[in-house]
Protein backbone atom coordinates (compact mmCIF):
# COMPACT_ATOMS: atom_id res chain seq x y z
CA UNK A 1 0.00 0.00 0.00
CA UNK A 2 0.84 3.57 -0.72
CA UNK A 3 1.73 5.68 2.32
CA UNK A 4 0.19 9.62 0.49
CA UNK A 5 2.38 12.33 1.25
CA UNK A 6 2.13 15.91 0.39
CA UNK A 7 5.65 17.79 -0.68
CA UNK A 8 6.20 21.40 -1.61
CA UNK A 9 9.42 22.52 -2.64
CA UNK A 10 10.03 25.83 -1.56
CA UNK A 11 12.90 26.57 -4.46
CA UNK A 12 10.04 25.89 -6.86
CA UNK A 13 6.88 27.66 -5.94
CA UNK A 14 6.03 30.96 -7.41
CA UNK A 15 2.96 31.33 -5.27
CA UNK A 16 0.71 31.81 -8.30
CA UNK A 17 -2.12 29.94 -6.35
CA UNK A 18 -2.58 27.57 -8.65
CA UNK A 19 -3.55 24.52 -6.70
CA UNK A 20 -5.71 27.14 -4.32
CA UNK A 21 -7.67 27.64 -6.93
CA UNK A 22 -7.85 24.26 -8.44
CA UNK A 23 -9.00 22.94 -5.18
CA UNK A 24 -11.52 25.15 -5.21
CA UNK A 25 -13.16 24.39 -8.01
CA UNK A 26 -12.79 21.01 -8.40
CA UNK A 27 -14.03 20.24 -4.96
CA UNK A 28 -17.09 23.28 -5.11
CA UNK A 29 -15.68 23.97 -1.56
CA UNK A 30 -18.25 26.57 0.14
CA UNK A 31 -17.96 30.37 0.20
CA UNK A 32 -15.42 31.36 2.96
CA UNK A 33 -13.76 27.68 3.43
CA UNK A 34 -10.28 27.12 1.41
CA UNK A 35 -8.68 23.71 1.56
CA UNK A 36 -5.38 24.90 0.66
CA UNK A 37 -3.22 28.28 1.34
CA UNK A 38 -0.14 29.26 -0.52
CA UNK A 39 1.86 31.30 2.62
CA UNK A 40 4.98 33.40 1.67
CA UNK A 41 7.27 34.32 4.36
CA UNK A 42 9.57 37.47 4.34
CA UNK A 43 7.46 38.66 1.14
CA UNK A 44 9.33 41.43 -1.08
CA UNK A 45 12.61 40.73 0.53
CA UNK A 46 15.36 38.75 -0.54
CA UNK A 47 15.15 35.33 0.22
CA UNK A 48 11.18 35.58 0.06
CA UNK A 49 10.00 31.58 0.11
CA UNK A 50 6.86 30.47 -0.60
CA UNK A 51 4.99 27.45 0.33
CA UNK A 52 1.71 25.92 -0.67
CA UNK A 53 -0.06 24.01 2.64
CA UNK A 54 -3.31 21.94 3.27
CA UNK A 55 -3.47 18.91 5.32
CA UNK A 56 -0.93 16.85 5.76
CA UNK A 57 -2.30 14.20 6.89
CA UNK A 58 -0.27 13.03 9.82
CA UNK A 59 0.34 9.79 11.08
CA UNK A 60 -0.31 10.66 14.56
CA UNK A 61 -2.89 14.00 13.54
CA UNK A 62 -3.64 16.03 16.23
CA UNK A 63 -7.05 16.69 15.12
CA UNK A 64 -7.73 12.81 15.12
CA UNK A 65 -6.47 12.86 18.52
CA UNK A 66 -8.66 15.42 20.36
CA UNK A 67 -12.15 15.23 18.18
CA UNK A 68 -14.54 14.57 21.10
CA UNK A 69 -16.60 12.27 18.91
CA UNK A 70 -13.98 10.55 17.20
CA UNK A 71 -14.91 11.75 13.35
CA UNK A 72 -11.39 10.82 12.06
CA UNK A 73 -10.08 7.84 10.12
CA UNK A 74 -7.01 6.92 8.41
CA UNK A 75 -7.53 5.35 4.91
CA UNK A 76 -5.33 2.54 3.84
CA UNK A 77 -3.35 4.37 1.70
CA UNK A 78 -2.34 7.01 5.17
CA UNK A 79 -4.92 9.45 4.35
CA UNK A 80 -6.91 11.45 6.92
CA UNK A 81 -10.60 11.31 6.61
CA UNK A 82 -13.27 12.68 8.96
CA UNK A 83 -17.52 11.77 8.93
CA UNK A 84 -19.24 14.89 8.22
CA UNK A 85 -22.14 13.16 9.56
CA UNK A 86 -20.42 12.76 13.07
CA UNK A 87 -18.60 15.93 13.25
CA UNK A 88 -20.37 18.52 15.55
CA UNK A 89 -18.24 21.16 14.72
CA UNK A 90 -17.02 22.07 17.88
CA UNK A 91 -13.59 23.50 16.50
CA UNK A 92 -11.10 21.27 18.87
CA UNK A 93 -9.34 19.95 15.49
CA UNK A 94 -8.24 23.31 14.46
CA UNK A 95 -6.87 24.54 17.83
CA UNK A 96 -4.96 21.16 17.56
CA UNK A 97 -3.60 21.54 13.88
CA UNK A 98 -0.27 22.93 13.04
CA UNK A 99 -1.42 23.72 9.37
CA UNK A 100 -4.48 25.51 10.34
CA UNK A 101 -5.98 22.51 7.96
CA UNK A 102 -9.66 22.46 9.00
CA UNK A 103 -12.43 25.23 8.41
CA UNK A 104 -15.83 25.69 9.21
CA UNK A 105 -18.61 27.18 7.39
CA UNK A 106 -19.92 29.64 9.71
CA UNK A 107 -23.48 28.52 10.44
CA UNK A 108 -25.35 31.13 12.93
CA UNK A 109 -25.26 34.07 15.21
CA UNK A 110 -21.32 34.75 17.19
CA UNK A 111 -19.32 32.88 14.75
CA UNK A 112 -21.31 29.15 15.49
CA UNK A 113 -19.28 26.45 13.50
CA UNK A 114 -20.69 24.58 11.00
CA UNK A 115 -19.45 21.08 10.38
CA UNK A 116 -15.80 20.96 9.23
CA UNK A 117 -14.34 20.95 6.03
CA UNK A 118 -10.26 20.21 5.17
CA UNK A 119 -8.07 18.67 2.49
CA UNK A 120 -9.46 15.19 1.81
CA UNK A 121 -5.87 14.19 -0.73
CA UNK A 122 -8.97 14.09 -3.01
CA UNK A 123 -10.56 10.96 -1.58
CA UNK A 124 -13.95 11.60 -0.39
CA UNK A 125 -15.25 10.59 2.45
CA UNK A 126 -16.97 6.89 4.57
CA UNK A 127 -19.84 7.50 1.41
CA UNK A 128 -19.74 5.05 -1.37
CA UNK A 129 -16.97 5.96 -3.88
CA UNK A 130 -17.79 8.98 -6.51
CA UNK A 131 -21.24 8.66 -5.06
CA UNK A 132 -23.88 12.04 -5.71
CA UNK A 133 -23.66 12.21 -1.28
CA UNK A 134 -19.98 12.28 -1.23
CA UNK A 135 -19.45 14.60 -3.85
CA UNK A 136 -21.81 16.71 -2.00
CA UNK A 137 -19.93 16.87 1.29
CA UNK A 138 -16.35 16.04 0.60
CA UNK A 139 -16.14 16.91 -3.06
CA UNK A 140 -14.44 14.78 -5.65
CA UNK A 141 -12.74 11.67 -5.16
CA UNK A 142 -10.28 11.48 -7.63
CA UNK A 143 -8.10 8.56 -5.76
CA UNK A 144 -10.92 6.16 -6.62
CA UNK A 145 -11.05 7.21 -9.95
CA UNK A 146 -6.80 6.48 -9.99
CA UNK A 147 -5.92 9.57 -9.99
CA UNK A 148 -3.88 12.06 -7.84
CA UNK A 149 -5.01 15.27 -5.92
CA UNK A 150 -5.36 18.30 -8.24
CA UNK A 151 -3.33 20.72 -6.03
CA UNK A 152 -0.78 18.73 -7.28
CA UNK A 153 -1.62 17.88 -10.89
CA UNK A 154 -2.15 21.47 -11.08
CA UNK A 155 1.37 22.99 -10.37
CA UNK A 156 3.33 25.04 -12.66
CA UNK A 157 6.50 24.57 -11.75
CA UNK A 158 6.21 21.12 -10.27
CA UNK A 159 6.97 22.46 -6.66
CA UNK A 160 3.51 20.93 -5.43
CA UNK A 161 4.01 16.85 -5.47
CA UNK A 162 1.55 15.00 -4.09
CA UNK A 163 1.32 11.02 -4.03
CA UNK A 164 2.78 8.01 -2.33
CA UNK A 165 5.64 8.93 -0.30
CA UNK A 166 8.20 7.12 -1.57
CA UNK A 167 8.33 8.33 -5.00
CA UNK A 168 7.44 11.90 -3.24
CA UNK A 169 11.17 11.12 -1.40
CA UNK A 170 12.90 9.84 -4.48
CA UNK A 171 12.08 12.50 -6.89
CA UNK A 172 12.57 15.40 -4.14
CA UNK A 173 16.20 13.74 -3.73
CA UNK A 174 16.76 14.40 -7.07
CA UNK A 175 16.18 17.72 -7.26
CA UNK A 176 18.43 18.08 -4.24
CA UNK A 177 21.32 16.39 -5.95
CA UNK A 178 20.94 18.24 -8.94
CA UNK A 179 20.77 21.55 -7.39
CA UNK A 180 24.09 20.46 -5.16
CA UNK A 181 23.10 23.15 -2.39
CA UNK A 182 22.00 25.83 -4.45
CA UNK A 183 18.85 27.20 -5.21
CA UNK A 184 17.40 26.23 -9.19
CA UNK A 185 14.88 28.56 -9.68
CA UNK A 186 15.76 31.48 -8.00
CA UNK A 187 18.09 34.68 -9.20
CA UNK A 188 20.53 35.70 -11.74
CA UNK A 189 22.43 31.93 -11.80
CA UNK A 190 18.85 30.98 -13.32
CA UNK A 191 18.37 33.40 -15.23
CA UNK A 192 21.40 34.40 -17.10
CA UNK A 193 23.53 31.45 -17.09
CA UNK A 194 26.20 31.62 -20.04
CA UNK B 1 62.12 48.96 18.84
CA UNK B 2 63.28 46.63 16.63
CA UNK B 3 60.27 44.31 18.09
CA UNK B 4 57.71 46.90 16.95
CA UNK B 5 59.43 47.08 13.73
CA UNK B 6 59.07 43.27 13.25
CA UNK B 7 55.49 43.18 14.33
CA UNK B 8 53.22 46.14 13.40
CA UNK B 9 53.49 45.97 9.62
CA UNK B 10 52.06 42.71 10.60
CA UNK B 11 49.13 43.81 12.28
CA UNK B 12 47.28 44.35 8.80
CA UNK B 13 46.71 40.72 8.51
CA UNK B 14 45.02 40.81 12.11
CA UNK B 15 42.72 43.24 11.35
CA UNK B 16 41.83 41.03 7.86
CA UNK B 17 41.38 37.87 9.92
CA UNK B 18 39.24 39.71 12.49
CA UNK B 19 37.16 41.34 9.42
CA UNK B 20 36.91 37.70 7.84
CA UNK B 21 35.79 36.18 10.84
CA UNK B 22 32.66 38.45 11.26
CA UNK B 23 32.20 38.02 7.45
CA UNK B 24 31.65 34.31 8.25
CA UNK B 25 30.18 34.90 11.36
CA UNK B 26 27.21 36.78 9.49
CA UNK B 27 27.06 33.92 7.15
CA UNK B 28 26.80 30.95 9.59
CA UNK B 29 23.10 30.24 9.23
CA UNK B 30 21.78 28.93 5.55
CA UNK B 31 19.40 31.50 4.18
CA UNK B 32 16.79 28.25 3.53
CA UNK B 33 17.09 27.11 7.11
CA UNK B 34 16.01 31.00 8.19
CA UNK B 35 13.04 30.67 6.01
CA UNK B 36 12.11 27.27 8.11
CA UNK B 37 13.16 28.64 11.34
CA UNK B 38 10.80 31.39 10.85
CA UNK B 39 7.80 29.25 9.93
CA UNK B 40 8.19 26.97 13.09
CA UNK B 41 8.73 30.05 15.23
CA UNK B 42 5.07 30.80 13.65
CA UNK B 43 6.27 34.07 12.37
CA UNK B 44 3.47 35.47 10.31
CA UNK B 45 3.86 35.66 6.10
CA UNK B 46 1.52 36.92 3.72
CA UNK B 47 -1.45 34.60 2.24
CA UNK B 48 -3.56 35.92 -0.83
CA UNK B 49 -6.11 33.28 1.26
CA UNK B 50 -8.71 35.51 3.77
CA UNK B 51 -9.69 33.11 7.39
CA UNK B 52 -8.35 33.35 10.78
CA UNK B 53 -4.82 33.28 10.84
CA UNK B 54 -4.36 32.32 7.14
CA UNK B 55 -0.66 33.69 7.41
CA UNK B 56 0.62 31.39 9.87
CA UNK B 57 1.87 28.67 8.08
CA UNK B 58 2.83 26.19 11.20
CA UNK B 59 1.40 27.04 14.96
CA UNK B 60 2.97 24.54 17.22
CA UNK B 61 0.85 25.68 20.14
CA UNK B 62 -1.95 23.54 19.22
CA UNK B 63 0.39 20.40 20.05
CA UNK B 64 1.48 21.41 23.43
CA UNK B 65 -2.78 22.01 23.96
CA UNK B 66 -3.27 18.54 22.47
CA UNK B 67 -0.94 17.06 25.13
CA UNK B 68 -2.40 18.95 27.90
CA UNK B 69 -5.87 18.13 27.68
CA UNK B 70 -5.31 14.22 26.30
CA UNK B 71 -2.68 14.02 29.05
CA UNK B 72 -2.60 15.41 32.43
CA UNK B 73 -6.11 17.28 31.98
CA UNK B 74 -8.16 14.39 31.33
CA UNK B 75 -6.00 11.56 33.46
CA UNK B 76 -5.78 13.82 36.60
CA UNK B 77 -9.09 15.01 36.29
CA UNK B 78 -11.02 12.02 36.37
CA UNK B 79 -8.68 10.92 39.78
CA UNK B 80 -10.11 13.64 41.21
CA UNK B 81 -13.33 13.30 40.65
CA UNK B 82 -12.87 9.62 41.41
CA UNK B 83 -10.99 10.66 44.80
CA UNK B 84 -13.77 13.05 45.50
CA UNK B 85 -16.80 10.43 45.20
CA UNK B 86 -14.92 7.74 47.02
CA UNK B 87 -14.26 9.61 49.57
CA UNK B 88 -17.73 11.07 50.45
CA UNK B 89 -18.60 7.81 50.47
CA UNK B 90 -16.26 6.63 52.45
CA UNK B 91 -16.55 9.44 54.68
CA UNK B 92 -20.61 8.98 54.81
CA UNK B 93 -19.74 5.02 55.90
CA UNK B 94 -17.40 6.06 58.47
CA UNK B 95 -19.34 8.91 60.20
CA UNK B 96 -22.41 9.01 58.36
CA UNK B 97 -25.62 11.43 58.28
CA UNK B 98 -24.66 14.32 61.03
CA UNK B 99 -28.06 14.15 62.87
CA UNK B 100 -29.28 16.82 64.78
CA UNK B 101 -28.24 16.70 68.25
CA UNK B 102 -31.48 17.81 69.67
CA UNK B 103 -34.99 16.98 68.55
CA UNK B 104 -36.72 19.31 66.55
CA UNK B 105 -38.57 22.24 68.41
CA UNK B 106 -41.45 22.61 65.79
CA UNK B 107 -40.31 26.42 65.47
CA UNK B 108 -38.88 27.42 62.44
CA UNK B 109 -36.82 30.65 61.24
CA UNK B 110 -36.58 31.66 57.13
CA UNK B 111 -32.90 30.89 56.00
CA UNK B 112 -33.28 31.65 52.73
CA UNK B 113 -35.39 34.13 51.24
CA UNK B 114 -38.13 33.06 48.28
CA UNK B 115 -35.08 35.22 45.85
CA UNK B 116 -32.35 33.33 47.08
CA UNK B 117 -33.71 29.91 46.96
CA UNK B 118 -34.96 31.05 42.81
CA UNK B 119 -31.15 32.12 42.30
CA UNK B 120 -29.90 29.22 43.80
CA UNK B 121 -32.22 26.78 41.99
CA UNK B 122 -31.59 28.56 39.00
CA UNK B 123 -27.64 28.44 39.61
CA UNK B 124 -27.27 24.81 40.53
CA UNK B 125 -29.32 23.07 37.79
CA UNK B 126 -27.65 25.18 34.99
CA UNK B 127 -24.04 24.18 36.55
CA UNK B 128 -25.34 20.22 36.26
CA UNK B 129 -26.40 20.56 32.89
CA UNK B 130 -23.25 22.34 32.16
CA UNK B 131 -21.26 19.98 33.95
CA UNK B 132 -22.69 17.05 32.43
CA UNK B 133 -22.60 18.29 29.07
CA UNK B 134 -18.99 19.79 30.00
CA UNK B 135 -17.40 16.62 30.96
CA UNK B 136 -19.58 14.38 28.15
CA UNK B 137 -17.10 17.01 25.21
CA UNK B 138 -14.05 15.77 27.78
CA UNK B 139 -14.92 11.89 28.77
CA UNK B 140 -17.56 11.42 26.05
CA UNK B 141 -15.15 9.53 23.90
CA UNK B 142 -14.22 7.32 26.38
CA UNK B 143 -17.10 6.56 28.17
CA UNK B 144 -20.31 7.14 26.04
CA UNK B 145 -19.32 6.21 22.67
CA UNK B 146 -18.94 2.35 23.94
CA UNK B 147 -22.36 3.09 24.80
CA UNK B 148 -24.49 5.08 22.62
CA UNK B 149 -22.06 4.36 19.21
CA UNK B 150 -20.91 6.87 17.24
CA UNK B 151 -24.04 8.38 15.56
CA UNK B 152 -25.99 7.74 18.75
CA UNK B 153 -23.45 9.90 20.35
CA UNK B 154 -22.86 12.27 17.78
CA UNK B 155 -26.18 13.43 18.34
CA UNK B 156 -26.43 13.61 21.34
CA UNK B 157 -23.22 15.72 21.87
CA UNK B 158 -24.80 18.19 18.85
CA UNK B 159 -27.24 19.03 21.87
CA UNK B 160 -24.85 18.90 24.65
CA UNK B 161 -22.48 21.72 22.69
CA UNK B 162 -25.66 23.58 21.62
CA UNK B 163 -26.83 23.29 25.22
CA UNK B 164 -23.74 24.32 26.76
CA UNK B 165 -22.92 27.27 24.32
CA UNK B 166 -26.54 28.98 25.02
CA UNK B 167 -26.35 28.27 29.03
CA UNK B 168 -22.90 29.36 29.63
CA UNK B 169 -23.53 33.03 29.63
CA UNK B 170 -26.93 32.72 31.15
CA UNK B 171 -25.03 30.55 34.59
CA UNK B 172 -22.60 33.47 34.58
CA UNK B 173 -25.17 36.06 35.04
CA UNK B 174 -26.66 33.71 37.34
CA UNK B 175 -23.14 33.46 38.81
CA UNK B 176 -22.39 36.91 39.33
CA UNK B 177 -25.86 38.07 40.35
CA UNK B 178 -25.08 35.09 43.66
CA UNK B 179 -21.67 36.44 43.92
CA UNK B 180 -22.47 40.10 44.43
CA UNK B 181 -25.78 39.41 46.72
CA UNK B 182 -24.32 37.23 49.10
CA UNK B 183 -20.89 38.96 49.08
CA UNK B 184 -21.49 40.58 52.45
CA UNK B 185 -22.00 37.91 54.24
CA UNK B 186 -18.84 35.69 52.66
CA UNK B 187 -15.98 37.70 55.07
CA UNK B 188 -13.46 35.20 56.62
CA UNK B 189 -13.61 36.11 60.98
CA UNK B 190 -12.35 34.47 63.78
CA UNK B 191 -15.13 32.54 63.99
CA UNK B 192 -14.53 30.18 61.15
CA UNK B 193 -10.73 29.39 62.03
CA UNK B 194 -12.39 27.46 65.47
CA UNK B 195 -14.76 26.47 62.73
CA UNK B 196 -12.06 25.00 61.00
CA UNK B 197 -10.32 23.89 63.16
CA UNK B 198 -13.62 21.62 64.40
CA UNK B 199 -13.66 20.62 61.23
CA UNK B 200 -16.90 21.90 60.89
CA UNK B 201 -18.51 19.54 63.38
CA UNK B 202 -18.44 16.96 61.07
CA UNK B 203 -15.44 14.99 62.80
CA UNK B 204 -16.58 14.68 66.41
CA UNK B 205 -19.57 15.93 68.29
CA UNK B 206 -18.32 19.32 68.85
CA UNK B 207 -20.52 22.23 67.74
CA UNK B 208 -18.15 24.82 66.71
CA UNK B 209 -19.98 28.08 66.03
CA UNK B 210 -20.83 29.95 62.90
CA UNK B 211 -22.86 32.67 61.69
CA UNK B 212 -25.05 32.87 58.78
CA UNK B 213 -22.51 31.18 56.11
CA UNK B 214 -20.60 28.81 58.06
CA UNK B 215 -16.80 28.52 56.81
CA UNK B 216 -17.19 25.54 54.65
CA UNK B 217 -19.60 27.92 52.89
CA UNK B 218 -17.40 30.83 52.77
CA UNK B 219 -14.97 28.69 50.80
CA UNK B 220 -17.43 27.51 47.89
CA UNK B 221 -18.39 31.21 47.76
CA UNK B 222 -15.06 31.88 47.13
CA UNK B 223 -13.60 29.22 45.33
CA UNK B 224 -17.03 30.52 43.27
CA UNK B 225 -16.03 33.68 43.35
CA UNK B 226 -11.96 32.87 41.68
CA UNK B 227 -12.34 29.56 39.59
CA UNK B 228 -15.78 30.24 38.87
CA UNK B 229 -15.07 33.77 37.23
CA UNK B 230 -12.30 32.08 35.48
CA UNK B 231 -14.37 29.73 34.18
CA UNK B 232 -17.15 31.79 32.39
CA UNK B 233 -14.60 34.69 31.19
CA UNK B 234 -12.46 31.52 29.22
CA UNK B 235 -15.72 30.59 28.66
CA UNK B 236 -16.83 33.22 27.03
CA UNK B 237 -13.36 32.97 24.65
CA UNK B 238 -14.36 29.71 23.99
CA UNK B 239 -17.89 30.29 22.81
CA UNK B 240 -17.36 33.43 21.00
CA UNK B 241 -15.07 32.57 17.89
CA UNK B 242 -16.33 35.47 15.77
CA UNK B 243 -14.03 38.34 17.44
CA UNK B 244 -10.95 35.92 15.15
CA UNK B 245 -9.58 35.69 18.90
CA UNK B 246 -5.99 33.59 18.17
CA UNK B 247 -6.08 29.84 18.36
CA UNK B 248 -3.46 30.67 20.99
CA UNK B 249 -5.72 32.59 22.98
CA UNK B 250 -8.46 29.76 23.05
CA UNK B 251 -5.66 27.36 23.60
CA UNK B 252 -4.95 29.03 27.22
CA UNK B 253 -8.71 29.73 27.88
CA UNK B 254 -9.76 26.21 26.80
CA UNK B 255 -6.91 24.66 29.48
CA UNK B 256 -8.33 27.45 32.06
CA UNK B 257 -11.79 26.46 31.75
CA UNK B 258 -10.63 22.16 31.89
CA UNK B 259 -9.26 23.03 35.07
CA UNK B 260 -11.48 25.50 36.64
CA UNK B 261 -14.43 23.36 35.48
CA UNK B 262 -13.07 19.89 36.71
CA UNK B 263 -12.12 21.86 40.39
CA UNK B 264 -15.69 23.04 40.21
CA UNK B 265 -17.78 20.03 39.68
CA UNK B 266 -15.36 17.87 42.35
CA UNK B 267 -16.11 20.67 44.91
CA UNK B 268 -19.68 20.56 43.92
CA UNK B 269 -20.06 17.47 44.71
CA UNK B 270 -19.03 17.82 48.29
CA UNK B 271 -21.87 21.12 48.66
CA UNK B 272 -24.24 18.47 47.40
CA UNK B 273 -23.36 15.56 49.83
CA UNK B 274 -23.31 17.82 52.62
CA UNK B 275 -26.26 19.56 51.51
CA UNK B 276 -28.49 17.15 50.97
CA UNK B 277 -27.94 13.13 52.76
CA UNK B 278 -24.70 14.79 54.71
CA UNK B 279 -26.88 17.14 56.97
CA UNK B 280 -29.96 16.05 58.81
CA UNK B 281 -32.32 19.41 58.32
CA UNK B 282 -30.54 21.30 55.76
CA UNK B 283 -31.98 20.74 52.77
CA UNK B 284 -35.36 21.94 53.80
CA UNK B 285 -33.72 25.43 54.36
CA UNK B 286 -32.77 25.42 50.22
CA UNK B 287 -36.46 24.18 49.30
CA UNK B 288 -39.25 25.43 51.66
CA UNK B 289 -36.69 28.81 52.99
CA UNK B 290 -37.63 27.76 57.10
CA UNK B 291 -35.03 25.71 58.97
CA UNK B 292 -35.72 24.00 62.08
CA UNK B 293 -34.46 26.49 65.25
CA UNK B 294 -33.05 23.12 66.81
CA UNK B 295 -31.19 22.60 63.09
CA UNK B 296 -30.21 26.85 63.80
CA UNK B 297 -28.88 26.49 66.74
CA UNK B 298 -26.54 23.32 66.44
CA UNK B 299 -25.38 24.55 62.85
CA UNK B 300 -25.54 28.88 63.05
CA UNK B 301 -25.81 29.64 66.49
CA UNK B 302 -23.85 33.18 66.12
CA UNK B 303 -26.56 33.95 62.98
CA UNK B 304 -29.72 32.08 64.80
CA UNK B 305 -28.39 35.08 67.74
CA UNK B 306 -28.41 37.44 65.62
CA UNK B 307 -31.43 36.56 64.13
CA UNK B 308 -33.65 36.29 67.49
CA UNK B 309 -31.94 39.63 68.90
CA UNK B 310 -33.40 41.63 65.53
CA UNK B 311 -37.16 39.94 66.28
CA UNK B 312 -36.97 41.47 69.98
CA UNK B 313 -35.56 44.71 69.33
CA UNK B 314 -38.61 44.52 65.74
CA UNK B 315 -40.76 43.92 69.07
CA UNK B 316 -39.97 46.09 71.36
CA UNK B 317 -40.70 48.64 68.89
CA UNK B 318 -43.72 47.48 68.08
CA UNK B 319 -44.47 47.54 71.76
Given at each position: MARMKFLCDAERCIECNACVTACKNEHEVPWGVNRRRVVTIDDGLPGEKSISV??????????????????????????????????????????????????????????????MDKCTFCAGGPEEDNSQEELDKYGRNRLAEGKLPLCAEMCSTKALIAGDGDIVADLFRSRVVRRGGRPDSWGWNTAYKD | MLLAILVLPLSGYVVNAFAQAEQQAEQTTNPRSDTWRQVRQANEGYTAVKGRET?????????????????????????????????????????????????????????????????????????????????????????????????????????????????????????????????????????????FKAFGGMVGDKHPSA?????????????????????????????????????????????????????????????????????????????TGQVDVAWAEQHHDLWLQDVQQQSNEHNKKEE
Open positions: ACMHCTDAPCQAVCPVDCFYTTDDGVVLHDKDICIGCGYCFYACPFGAPQYPQEGAFGARGK | NELIQGSGQNWRQLRNGPMATYGSWLLAFVLVAILGFYIARGRVELTHPRSGKTIERWTLNERRLHWTTASLFIILGITGLSLLYGRHVLIPLMGYPGFSAYASIAKWLHNILGPVFMVALFTILIKWFKHNFFTKTDIEWGRMNGGEKVWYWTLATAGVALCFSGLVLDFPNFNQEREIIQIAHIIHLLTGLVLISFSFGHIYIGTIGTEGALEGMT
